[in-house]
Nanobody, 122 residues
């Protein structure tokens, strides 16, 4: 399993911003995309955003226009810029890799990190 280490979580007020980072130690053969998933208290994990090996990005409808996913040139670090945060964005955010791309990203996760907590207060 590929070590993925997230950072950047914290507590902000609604309307604020945070930038999450994920350091990637390497990719396994067959990994086609990397992205972010989240899990709110008492809820199922859900996809947030992902970027594939052609740099195509996919976002959940709930975060479109507010969140931006990106990578550094060496693809060693993944970022999630989160603007205009809402209380419903409160969750533990995980960096994850997948054997599928785009809207299928969440169906074939093959590695994820320990997560970083984001808390948005109203």
């Amino acid at each position: 399993q590929v070590p993925l280490v997230e950072s950047g979580g914290g507590s902000v007020q609604a309307g604020g911003s945070l930038r999450l980072s994920c350091v990637v130690s390497g990719y396994t053969r067959g990994t086609y995309s990397i992205g972010w998933i989240r899990q709110a208290p008492g809820k199922e994990r859900e996809p947030v955003a992902n970027i594939d090996n052609f740099d195509k990005t996919t976002y959940a409808d709930s975060v479109k226009g507010r969140f931006t996913i990106s990578q550094d040139n060496a693809r060693n670090t993944l970022f999630l810029q989160m603007n205009n945060l809402k209380p419903e964005d409160t969750a533990t955010y995980y960096c994850a890799t997948s054997r599928l791309r785009g809207i299928l990203f969440f169906q074939a996760l093959d590695a994820w990190g320990q997560g970083t907590l984001v808390t948005v207060s109203s």
